[in-house]
């Protein structure tokens, strides 16, 4: 049983690119989260995507934006780069919202901005 | 806003001691997730606490819920090397599945 997974591993980008990472859910989930984590730092909430819509957001710019596909893979899209969002980008998956279980985190990918 | 605090923020235990990690946090909520995370790795679930009371416990490591208090502990026991690593705790303000609000995480580093 395949967990979550994310591509790709590792990511360096320059300031003001674009940049797009991937998510695939644990068999099972439907719900996707994403989450970054700066250095030394716990995870911080983006949004979370469900049956193909954005479901909450935290508190970041509208340069981050989502998606999520029928196969409940999920996309999370930085434009306009900045040194500040360099961090480990972290997918999780869980059940539908208000099931009674854990988020199942991917392996993230880490992002440097130059 | 929700706020979630773990303290301390680093630990060095000797191995075969035991200890005590506090989360604190500000709303009211009775979902609480435990993670461990190694140096440049993902987030590994430990526990989830979903009632006030709750009790739950693998191997070396137990973590509990008191939900009138807003405070959760995660206690080691006889502390091995392999239990090195940062410790998170998380907190579900909403009814499941949604937004994860982490604490600060405690760093833990076992000494032979």
């Known amino acids: 049983d395949a967990g979550v997974t994310q591509s790709p591993t590792h990511l360096i980008k320059t300031r003001g690119q674009q940049v797009t990472l991937r998510c695939s859910p644990k068999?099972?989930?439907?719900?996707v989260s994403w989450y970054q984590q700066a250095l030394g730092q716990g995870p911080q909430f983006i949004f979370q995507?469900?049956?193909?819509?954005?479901?909450q957001r935290g508190n970041f710019p509208d340069r981050f934006s989502g998606h999520q596909f029928p196969n409940y893979s999920s996309e999370l899209n930085v434009n306009a780069l900045l040194l500040g969002d360099s961090a480990l980008y972290l997918c999780?998956?869980?059940?539908?919202?208000?099931?009674?279980?854990?988020?199942?985190f991917g392996p993230g990918t880490r992002l440097l901005v130059l | 806003e929700l706020k979630v605090e773990q303290n301390p923020l680093f630990l060095s235990m000797q191995e075969g001691k035991n200890y005590t990690i506090y989360c604190n946090y500000s709303?009211?909520?009775?979902?609480l997730y435990w993670y461990r995370q190694d140096p440049g790795k993902s987030l590994e679930s430990l526990f989830v606490?979903?009632?006030?009371?709750a009790v739950k416990q693998e191997g070396r490591l137990m973590a509990s819920l008191d939900t009138k208090a807003r405070l959760s502990t995660l206690h080691i026991t006889a502390a091995v090397h392999d239990l090195s690593a940062t410790y998170f705790c998380a907190v579900d303000k909403n009814f499941g599945n949604e937004k994860l609000t982490f604490g600060t995480g405690t760093r833990l580093t076992i000494i032979p």
């Open positions: 999780a998956s869980s059940g539908t919202p208000g099931s009674q279980e854990t988020q199942y």
């Open positions: 068999s099972g989930h439907d719900t």
């Open positions: 709303t009211t909520s009775d979902r």
């Open positions: 995507y469900y049956e193909e819509e954005e479901r």
């Open positions: 606490l979903l009632s006030n009371g």
